[in-house]
């Protein structure tokens, strides 16, 4: 697929020095680049490379200043880094979008509906009473259950998983192999020491331009529904149990998981494996640290967190830094009690 820098600047609202008419067919690093690539310039520390690189075209922030000469067309945007990453979405987009009609073998079931535009893969399977938007992408070998409904635009990439009456937002991507809907974890301890299993009744519900990466699985609520909310970003390989509420445009990084009954807040940073223990409440703009472990609810906004089990950043920190002096404590001590012994005698 190919653009003129002129069409990428119009995408990203931007302005050009250079010649504007040359077609981009590829992005890649901007130390790496090569004529027909476009590359970006957000880290000034990377700054040598724009006046040497091969791309054709860079994207900068709109107060660079070049100190020499530079060979590629320039694009000046707000946020560089931000204006990539809306045209490698863009880019994806017309990708996935370039996939129409219906594959066979495929089966779509009775009273189920697809809109215009859309696209079955092979070996797909829609069950019944299902409501598809317009422009969906399943492909090949997804499932979906019974009672689905997936809005405009979202696209089931394969081997995805999505059970029984699972509601899916507009603008949504589920990449492969994710599960969704599946029984959340739930028994019941008996008199004898086993476990009856507790019916999984509920659903889930995905709102609108969410993301959830392969390997995923969301569980379906004991009763209700597991929500998660509009614009969220969910890793690879990440867990979230049975009723839990993630709110709206948190990003949870890969191997997280987040127990039955919790409520995460807006605006929310989870790292990578990050557990999250059941029923507590984390609030807006909460950032957990990487392999963090939380076992109460935050009710203060805008905190930062991190150990296990999590605390105050400045506070781990600090206690990361005396223990690392530990060594050097320990000997310390131990000469304090031989002069005190000396003294002793």
Known sequence: MKFTVSEIAKMLDGTTVGDDTVTIDSAAKIEEGQPGCISFLANSKYESYIYTTQSSAVIVNKDFVPKQDIG???IYVENAYTAFTVLLEEYQKRLATGKKGIEQPSFIGENSEMGPFGYRGAFSYIGRDCKIGNNVKIYPNAYLGDGIEVGDNTIIHPGVRIYDNTIIGKNCCIFANTVIGSDG???????????KRIPQLGNVI???????GSNSTIDCATMGSTIIRKGVKIDNLVQIAHNVEIGENTVIAAQAGIAGSSRVGEQCIIGGQVGITGHVILANNTKIGAQSGLGKSIKKEGLSLSGSPARDLTEHLRSMALTRRLPQLEERLKELESKREVSQH
């Open 72 to 74: 590629a067309t320039l």
């Open 185 to 195: 974890f739930g028994f019941a301890p008996q008199a004898d020491g086993s476990y």
């Open 206 to 212: 995905i709102e609108d331009d969410v993301s959830i």
